[in-house]
Structure formats: structure tokens, C-alpha cells
């Protein structure tokens, strides 16, 4: 049997092709016509990417052609803010709270803050707070490229005609710009603050590049694709909760409900969608519902969200059961560098020492029911060896919450081993501080393990109980 050639498409393809097939009917929607060059474009163009594990990206339809990014640039900016500024002083001029009002909506809270950063107003006092910290404009947009380019894992370019269109109109913001001026919130100069905003909104992106940022975003600021980190845990954190609550404006509401995706839409037909954890999407029509959200993209968000079950709280199961086994040291045919002294106080004995192998990834949840599991079977063992082999991951909590677990076993005249092969508890090289802390009881090999266990039972022996 020869086998064909090409395999043709997989089926996560056809999948995806049939999800975009579906959603290209009807001629729905306008265009944004504020500058003529968005009216200068296919108004039938339609393009759906996916960016999965590995970095590999499916492309559907017109997934490279380029258009202006728009506002799917606010949260790209509101990180780069944020990690120049920090958290603290952005908020002190950005809210949080989602407006339920329309994207160019000139408002601010009591504070005279911008509402948030994904309507119009937060956005240029996102881009003004890079000016704060990069007072040239050219030097300012040539970084922020570079940062939405590590984001998407290639170069990215300005689209000249579009930015400077929107340089010629752009009133609306200008105005928006001169107001947070006049309350004292915006502080570097308005209109170098605007042409940076326009240049962000200018930037030429295709669907395959909104899905690589979405999947940086995923992918907890790892880009995907080259492996980088492009931004910090803390700050995509916070970006994915803007995108949560007002990153589709008006119709924030329905969309969390509808599609469960932390997403921003821009009026250049762009949406980009993120499933923590798992992947990102980018969808490209340029026909706009009333708030300014691609149709087609919607629907399309729609479709992908019920079909294929993406919706942020499809609750599927418990989070994985962490205790995958436990079995008694008897069972383990090691030997241990003994005296023969020793050696006939332990024999019979290494059923005091109880292993439990833990597996998957390690977060409060998971580590709480290990704890739960390890005392209420104290009474069984004298030593517990906790096998961390089959560990992929361990976040800090769990990791604090592991060393305090063996403190505790020991104030309470027991004791507690960590097998940690391949590190994943104290990562190598790590900081000397973290690594006292809890390498008295984390071991390398289980011959280790069990030496560092059997130590234990003779020590237990000898002080008065
Ligand atoms: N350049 C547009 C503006 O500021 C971007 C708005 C949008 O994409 N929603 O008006």
C-alpha cells in the first residue's frame, strides 16, 4: 500500500475550515469608514488562525492578509505600561472597571481616571504613560513595536497610509487627550501622545499574528512559537482580566457570557481571543456590528467557543486527583549504606515509611488534598516520602506549602522526605535562601530518599517519645 502524498487536512482543520465556512454568510455589518483608507479593503475578507501548543498555528481563509491592528493594540500597551511603570502608579491613573460605554466614549470615574484601559481614553493614557518613561515618540513607538513583534513572534510594520489618516482626522481623540490633560491625568505632551496612539492602532497584523499574541497571552507571556518571554505572569494576569470585563465594550456582558474568552476587537475587523492555558485566536472581517466588533469574528468566536467547548468556565472535571499512588518503603527493593547494627534495628521496619507518589501539576487545590491525604494517614507512617517524579510543575504556593508540610510532620514527631529528580521543587541553581530552606529534607535519588527516611526512624529511636 502506497500511503497518498499529503494527508490532506487534519481534522482540527476541517474543524476550523467548517466553523469558518459557516460564518461567512450574510453581508452584515459596515465598514469603519472614519478614514476613507478602512473603507480601501475586501469587505468580504475573512481569516480565522488558531495558535496551539507548541506554537503551531492553524490558518483558515484569509489568514494572511494584513490589516491595521487597531484597538486589539490596548492591551499590548496597557502591558508595556505596566511593566515599565508598575502596577501600582498605572493604577493610580487607569481604572478597572468595565465603562458599558462605547470605545471613543470621552469618560472617566470620580478620580478623573479613564474608566479602563480598553476604551479610547485608557488607551492614550496607556500610550502617554510610555512617553513618561520614553519622552521621544519615535524612540517610544520603536520599542513598543519591538514588544508586539516579541508578542507575535516576527517584525512587525507601520501601515503609513492608515496612521497618517488618522493623524489628519482623529478630532475625537485629540480632544480626549486635551481633557485628560486639563483634569492633570495625562501628563506628557497630548499630541506626541496621540501620534504614538495612532501609530500603535497603525500597526499591520494578520489573523496568524493575533493568534501568537493570543497564545503568548495563553501561554502565561511564552511566546509560543519563538519561546521567549515577552511579558511578565503578573502583568498577563491582569491584561487577560481587562480583556475579561471590557475588552468588548458595551457588549462585554453578552460576549463573557456567549463566548467566555478574554478578547479585544479593533475597527479594523481584528478580534483576538485567549483561552488561558491552552490557546489563541485570531479572527479578521472588517464588517462592524454597532459597537465596533467584527461580525463575522463574533460569530465566529461563538462557534468556536460552543462547538469546540472553549468557553473560560466549561467546567470539565475536578481539577486532577494529585495522589496517584502510595505504597509502603517495604515494597521498594533498595538497599541503603547500613552498619549492621543499624541494619538490624531497621529490618521489619521500612513499613513505617510510606511513599506517595504525587503527579501533574501542582497548584493550591492539588496541594491542599495532599495534605488533607497525608494526615489522615499520619497515624500509618513514621516517615512519608513524597515522589515528586511525575510532577511537571509546582507553583510557589504549593511549593510553600510542600516545606512547610514536612516542618510540620517533624514538629509532630514524624518526619517528611521530598524525592525530587529532576528538580522541579528546588530548581537548580536556585537561590541559595530558597534551596536552605528546604534541602535539608529535598533528595535527588530515592536511594536518598530512603537513606534520608531510615535516618529518621533511627534518630526517632533514640530521643525519648
Ligand atoms: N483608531 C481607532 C480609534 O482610536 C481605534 C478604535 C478601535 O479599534 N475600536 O478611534
Known amino acids: 500500500m502506497t500511503l497518498p502524498a499529503s494527508l490532506g487536512p487534519s481534522l482540527v482543520e476541517s474543524y ?9 454568510v450574510g453581508e452584515q455589518g459596515a465598514l ?3 478614514i476613507p483608507e478602512l473603507t480601501r479593503v475586501d469587505p468580504n475578507g475573512f481569516g480565522l488562525s488558531m495558535a496551539v501548543h507548541e506554537g503551531h498555528v492553524y490558518s483558515i481563509g484569509d489568514a494572511r492578509i494584513g490589516f491595521t491592528i487597531q484597538s486589539v493594540s490596548k492591551p499590548l500597551t496597557y502591558a508595556l505600561a505596566l511593566t515599565h511603570k508598575g502596577f501600582t502608579a498605572v493604577d493610580e491613573r487607569i481604572g478597572v472597571e468595565p465603562s458599558g460605554e462605547a470605545f471613543n466614549e470621552i469618560s472617566v470615574d470620580s478620580q478623573r481616571r479613564p474608566r479602563n484601559p480598553m476604551i479610547n481614553a485608557g488607551a492614550i493614557l496607556s500610550a502617554s504613560l510610555l512617553l ?8 517610544a ?3 513598543l513595536l519591538e514588544f508586539y513583534g516579541a508578542c507575535a513572534g516576527r517584525k512587525l510594520s507601520l501601515d503609513t497610509e492608515v496612521y497618517e489618516s488618522e493623524m489628519r482626522s482623529g478630532a475625537r481623540n485629540r480632544a480626549i487627550a486635551f481633557m485628560l490633560q486639563s483634569f492633570g491625568t495625562l501628563k506628557a505632551p497630548p499630541e506626541d501622545t496621540i501620534d504614538l496612539y495612532f501609530r500603535q492602532c497603525s500597526v499591520i497584523v494578520t489573523t496568524d499574528d493575533l493568534a501568537v499574541i493570543g497564545g503568548t497571552l495563553a501561554n502565561g507571556g511564552v ?4 519561546g521567549r518571554r515577552a511579558l511578565g505572569q503578573n502583568v498577563v494576569q491582569r491584561v487577560l482580566s481587562v480583556m475579561t470585563t471590557c475588552g468588548m465594550y458595551d457588549g462585554a456582558g453578552d460576549w463573557v457570557t456567549s463566548v467566555g474568552l478574554p478578547a479585544k476587537s479593533g475597527v479594523g475587523g481584528g478580534i483576538m481571543a485567549v483561552l488561558p492555558g491552552q490557546l489563541g485566536i485570531g479572527v479578521y472581517s472588517p464588517l462592524l456590528d454597532e459597537h465596533g466588533n467584527s461580525v463575522r469574528g463574533v460569530s465566529a468566536c461563538k462557534r468556536l467557543s460552543s462547538d469546540l467547548g472553549l468557553h473560560i468556565f466549561n467546567v470539565t472535571r475536578e481539577s486532577r486527583v494529585t495522589v496517584r499512588s502510595h505504597y509502603d518503603a517495604e515494597e521498594l ?4 549504606d547500613r552498619t549492621p547494627e543499624e541494619r538490624r534495628f531497621l529490618n521489619g521496619k521500612r513499613n513505617r515509611i510510606r511513599v506517595y507518589e504525587l503527579q501533574g501539576d501542582l497548584t493550591f487545590s492539588g496541594m491542599e488534598s495532599v495534605l488533607r491525604r497525608l494526615r489522615a494517614s ?5 516517615v512519608a516520602i513524597l515522589d515528586m517524579s511525575r510532577v511537571d510543575q509546582i507553583d510557589e504556593v504549593s511549593r510553600a506549602m510542600l516545606v512547610g508540610s514536612s516542618q510540620n510532620l517533624r514538629a509532630s514527631g514524624r518526619d517528611g522526605v521530598i524525592f525530587d529528580p529532576d528538580s522541579v521543587v528546588v530548581q537548580k541553581g536556585a537561590h541559595a535562601s530558597e534551596a536552605r530552606r528546604g534541602a535539608e529534607s529535598v533528595v535527588q535519588t530515592m536511594t536518598e530518599a530512603l537513606t534520608r527516611a531510615e535516618d529518621s526512624l533511627l534518630e526517632m529511636a533514640k530521643e525519648p517519645s
Open 223 to 226: 511566546n509560543p512559537r519563538t
Open 32 to 34: 469603519a469608514d472614519y
Open 141 to 143: 513607538f520603536a520599542e
Open 378 to 382: 499520619a497515624s500509618s507512617f513514621d
Open 16 to 24: 476550523l475550515q467548517f466553523i469558518h465556512d459557516s460564518c461567512a
Open 333 to 336: 527493593d533498595i538497599e541503603t
Open 132 to 139: 513618561e518613561a520614553q519622552p521621544d515618540v519615535d524612540k
